[in-house]
């Protein structure tokens, strides 16, 4: 059975984690997860290897009730609709849902249903603009069949919760990869003190990147130890979506150059943004809410004080590193929480080897260079 990172003394950094270690962690942020596994390899039905992965904000209105909001790509080769608003206006009218690129349409119709089925005005006052962004899992999944289905979408949004979230194989990460081995859903969380009050920053990954050679772990070249392992025609990338929430109160241009940060995470994982790979970082605060309506159409809202002296010790630095380490950490939490997995055509995605894995970490030292 897999493991979490820290679990096998793999966390990254000195910052302290939440409770559960994950998004969750941030108040009033829920994650919801629907698995659909259908189909037996070799068998006569369509293999399905799929799922989907909903992140909340707060468990209010958001079409009212929006949220600062802020996007960046490390690589731009994916799909985060509603991405244009974002930028546009700064803010998140809407839950974030992970799922498989095939499904990006019908995900994006149906949360502008479930959205407007929550609220009389939606399509009236406003239109309903979707959150919704993928990875593509055919390697594993049987893209052809089209196996996702609307309750599969509304069941994720439905049972979206606090506390503890799944990870590996498991909602959006069912059929993904990550180093070609199995990859998945991976979270963790960092607490921070800013102006002696503490915040918290939680990160949700949805894996599906880099080449068995890249993977590094704590820096050490464990890809290349393990490329003896790689089966052939195993999957290469195929994106990273990462999901940034906090407390911290922080407007849109703030939140940009925070989620621009995940990309040190992914990195120092081994990523190297690949061609054929979208890696796309959406960073939400959830300190303010911003209403579509009031007695007055000023707001006054509480924020991280930005452009301070830096030669005095910048406290958005501290947000700056818990988003690289955690977003590291639930890199590592998919890689090693997920499960050999078979799929289509005969496909497989392994697991990666713990016991070696651990066993070449403990003895690795880096080379002594003259």
């Given at each position: 059975?897999?493991?979490?990172?820290?679990?096998?003394?793999?966390?990254?950094?000195?910052?302290?984690?939440?409770?559960?270690?994950?998004?969750?962690?941030?108040?009033?942020?829920?994650?919801?997860?629907?698995?659909?596994?259908?189909?037996?390899?070799?068998?006569?039905?369509?293999?399905?290897?799929?799922?989907?992965?909903?992140?909340?904000?707060?468990?209010?209105?958001?079409?009212?009730?929006?949220?600062?909001?802020?996007?960046?790509?490390?690589?731009?080769?994916?799909?985060?609709?509603?991405?244009?608003?974002?930028?546009?206006?700064?803010?998140?009218?809407?839950?974030?849902?992970?799922?498989?690129?095939?499904?990006?349409?019908?995900?994006?119709?149906?949360?502008?249903?479930?959205?407007?089925?929550?609220?009389?005005?939606?399509?009236?006052?406003?239109?309903?603009?979707?959150?919704?962004?993928?990875?593509?899992?055919?390697?594993?999944?049987?893209?052809?069949?089209?196996?996702?289905?609307?309750?599969?979408?509304?069941?994720?949004?439905?049972?979206?919760?606090?506390?503890?979230?799944?990870?590996?194989?498991?909602?959006?990460?069912?059929?993904?990869?990550?180093?070609?081995?199995?990859?998945?859903?991976?979270?963790?969380?960092?607490?921070?003190?800013?102006?002696?009050?503490?915040?918290?920053?939680?990160?949700?990954v949805n894996t599906n990147y880099g080449h068995r050679h890249q993977l590094r772990?704590?820096?050490?070249?464990?890809?290349?130890?393990?490329?003896?392992?790689?089966?052939?025609?195993?999957?290469?990338?195929?994106?990273?979506?990462?999901?940034?929430?906090?407390?911290?109160?922080?407007?849109?241009?703030?939140?940009?150059?925070?989620?621009?940060?995940?990309?040190?995470?992914?990195?120092?994982?081994?990523?190297?943004?690949?061609?054929?790979?979208?890696?796309?970082?959406?960073?939400?605060?959830?300190?303010?809410?911003?209403?579509?309506?009031?007695?007055?159409?000023?707001?006054?809202?509480?924020?991280?004080?930005?452009?301070?002296?830096?030669?005095?010790?910048?406290?958005?630095?501290?947000?700056?590193?818990?988003?690289?380490?955690?977003?590291?950490?639930?890199?590592?939490?998919?890689?090693?929480?997920?499960?050999?997995?078979?799929?289509?055509?005969?496909?497989?995605?392994?697991?990666?080897?713990?016991?070696?894995?651990?066993?070449?970490?403990?003895?690795?030292?880096?080379?002594?260079?003259?």
């Amino acid at each position: 059975m897999g493991d979490r990172a820290r679990n096998l003394g793999l966390g990254v950094g000195s910052l302290p984690t939440g409770p559960q270690n994950a998004i969750t962690d941030v108040p009033d942020v829920r994650v919801g997860v629907t698995t659909v596994i259908e189909g037996d390899p070799g068998g006569s039905d369509p293999v399905v290897r799929s799922g989907v992965t909903a992140i909340l904000p707060h468990p209010g209105n958001l079409f009212r009730e929006r949220v600062f909001a802020g996007v960046s790509a490390f690589n731009g080769y994916g799909m985060l609709t509603g991405s244009l608003v974002i930028d546009e206006w700064g803010l998140l009218n809407s839950p974030i849902v992970i799922v498989d690129t095939t499904h990006i349409g019908m995900a994006y119709d149906t949360l502008a249903r479930w959205l407007t089925a929550a609220d009389p005005t939606v399509g009236d006052l406003d239109v309903a603009m979707p959150v919704v962004t993928e990875c593509d899992d055919g390697f594993l999944n049987d893209n052809r069949s089209f196996g996702l289905q609307p309750q599969h979408v509304v069941a994720a949004l439905d049972g979206a919760s606090s506390g503890h979230v799944p990870e590996g194989a498991v909602g959006s990460g069912t059929g993904t990869q990550l180093f070609e081995f199995k990859g998945g859903v991976g979270t963790s969380s960092r607490i921070i003190e800013i102006g002696g009050e503490p915040f918290t920053v939680g990160v949700l990954v949805n894996t599906n990147y880099g080449h068995r050679h890249q993977l590094r772990i704590h820096g050490a070249p464990v890809g290349e130890h393990l490329r003896d392992t790689l089966r052939p025609g195993t999957q290469k990338e195929g994106s990273c979506i990462v999901v940034i929430a906090t407390d911290v109160p922080l407007h849109p241009g703030q939140l940009r150059r925070v989620a621009r940060r995940a990309d040190a995470g992914l990195a120092r994982t081994g990523s190297c943004a690949n061609d054929g790979s979208g890696e796309i970082s959406l960073a939400f605060s959830t300190a303010n809410h911003i209403p579509r309506e009031g007695g007055s159409p000023i707001d006054t809202v509480p924020l991280l004080r930005g452009g301070q002296f830096w030669t005095a010790g910048a406290p958005v630095d501290l947000l700056f590193e818990a988003v690289a380490d955690a977003t590291e950490e639930a890199s590592l939490n998919a890689l090693f929480s997920a499960q050999t997995m078979p799929g289509r055509d005969g496909h497989v995605l392994h697991a990666i080897p713990l016991d070696q894995t651990l066993e070449f970490l403990e003895h690795w030292h880096p080379p002594v260079r003259p």
